[in-house]
T-cell receptor
Framework: GAVVSQHPSWVICKSGTSVKIECRSL??????MFWYRQFPKQSLMLMAT?????????EQGVEKDKFLINHASLTLSTLTVTSAHPEDSSFYIC????????????FGSGTRLTVV | GQNIDQPTEMTATEGAIVQINCTYQ??????LFWYQQHAGEAPTFLSY????GLEEKGRFSSFLSRSKGYSYLLLKELQMKDSASYLC??????????FGQGTELSVKP
């Protein structure tokens, strides 16, 4: 089935630095990638929708200048957390849908970000 | 607005049957998904319903009633490894997958 590869799986960074998270769709083209954030014992909250070749659309309350999304190709989307703060520590997950094979949304393995 | 409700936690016994309910009110409806998520891992797909009725897949079944804005996930012959969080998610008319808060299921011997 469709696979989405997400890297890194975990990262620790200092406050004020930036962190880039990559998601690649393997064996299929993802024109749209979704980025979620999940705090402990909470559900997935949609942050933004990444569209290949155009600007991402952000959900209400998500700072677009802080969470930079780039969807440079049909198989790669990146999320950069800029000037990270401890409150940005969370589990970030991407998701894509392979329109050719079915209705299921495939998730990346997630990135555990800890800002110290 | 968009609202998806499911119980926060449930407990069941190994070998038993458990039903996890989900009610929703969303901007449009293009299907309902159930996912299983173990702590620290990404969600894994369990089922997808877009028409009313019951979909059965092995030990797991999922039911949908669009008129009532209601779905449930039925797990039979519970095993210890079924202890996880179960997420109900609705695909809205904007093509976005919106999640409920998840139900933490504990299976006890």
């Amino acid at each position: 089935g469709a696979v989405v590869s997400q890297h890194p799986s975990w990262v620790i960074c200092k406050s004020g630095t930036s962190v880039k998270i990559e998601c690649r769709s393997l064996d299929f083209q993802a024109t749209t990638m979704f980025w979620y954030r999940q705090f402990p014992k909470q559900s997935l909250m949609l942050m933004a929708t990444s569209n290949e070749g155009s600007k991402a659309t952000y959900e209400q309350g998500v700072e677009k200048d802080k969470f930079l999304i780039n969807h440079a190709s049909l198989t790669l989307s990146t999320l950069t957390v800029t000037s990270a703060h401890p409150e940005d520590s969370s589990f970030y997950i991407c998701s894509a849908r392979d329109l050719e094979t079915g209705s299921s949304y495939t998730f990346g393995s997630g990135t555990r970000l800890t800002v110290v | 607005g968009q609202n998806i409700d499911q119980p926060t936690e449930m407990t069941a016994t190994e070998g038993a049957i458990v039903q996890i309910n989900c009610t929703y009110q969303t901007s449009g409806f293009n299907g309902l998904f159930w996912y299983q998520q173990h702590a620290g891992e990404a969600p894994t797909f369990l089922s997808y319903n877009v028409l009313d009725g019951l979909e059965e897949k092995g030990r797991f079944s999922s039911f949908l009633s669009r008129s009532k804005g209601y779905s449930y996930l039925l797990l039979k012959e519970l095993q210890m490894k079924d202890s996880a969080s179960y997420l109900c998610a609705v695909l809205n008319q904007g093509g976005k997958l919106i999640f409920g808060q998840g139900t933490e299921l504990s299976v006890k011997p």
